[in-house]
């Protein structure tokens, strides 16, 4: 494999698993925290959600190595602009979730959701120049089909009869906030592109802990200020059992889950596209996860009808397709930058390598 900056080596087969790996923990979000968006305020949810990426941090950083950069990065005083923007950043594409997605169709949600590989390729292409690893039109190609399987799987769970469901969905359409959401898949893809860009000589999960203290330090008091966080009412068995969950979902995908999105941006050198269109496995996968908890969730419900099947396919071919053409070796275009022209790369100070 041809080295790339930082005496890294571009690994699609690396980052391919740890693209599929985040898929999953992402996907474990939306069931684990059903009962805690039911039983809880805005507030108390997001300050929960906060606390959890705080008991992540001890987790993240056990290797001495990781507590270094961990250090490193929250101690240089020339970082904290780029904390605060990558801040920033996630807030910016939050409020637009809550104020473009609140009272919008659940068909037009997941369609926005789902357009998150799309804006990712364009993201990385204007912040770093980098293209995906496979021509535009493959890429657009393979994007589609799987776009349109998870839309087929968003349609196949609402058990509302067709014409009435694209009716519901017109009006939602016609008369909804739907469009301040649209670039909000952006900002997601943002943030991770710029943890690469500036922290990509740190440890992955050192530099995500670093951006989860900044976040829980602004969002957390304000949170506990702006509502009665924890009053006694609100501590009763069925919402202490929705808080655990959501702590736990927290934990699997904010957590972990960021984390190897940014391992899968390393070992791809910031193909953005690529790694998130994996993304597209997440409505099949949260549809088998909620089929797994509604024993034990009652407002959890599956309804495995053949759209549903057929959807999967739809996304599944598209992505193993995907993972077939793309370049399993050598230097991605545009990524030579830190490699002179007599083939011989620049040490850097620390020689940072893949966590394993």
Known sequence: MAKTRAGRRTDYRRGTAYAIATAMLLAAQAPLSTLAARRLSPLDFMAFTQFALLLSI??????????????AILLDVGQWGKLAMIFLVGVAGLALYDVGLSSTHPIITAAILNLTPFWAALVAFAVSGRRTSIPPVAFLGCFLVAFCGAMVIAWSQIDVDSKVLARDVMDSFLHSRWIYA???PAFFALSGTLVFKWFSDFDEPGAIASNFVVSSLVLIPIAVAASRFGAPTRLSEPSAVAILLLLVGTLASSAAGRV??????TATENDNGYVSMFFLLMPPLSALIALALSPWIPALWFVPRR???LGMALVTFPLILLSLISRPTGAPRGATAGVREDGVQPALAGGRTLPE
């Open 58 to 71: 001890p987790l993240l950083i056990m290797r001495a190595d990781r507590r270094r950069d961990f250090l």
């Open 182 to 184: 649209l670039p909000a």
């Open 260 to 265: 190897f999105y940014q391992i899968a941006l």
């Open 307 to 309: 759209m549903f099947f």
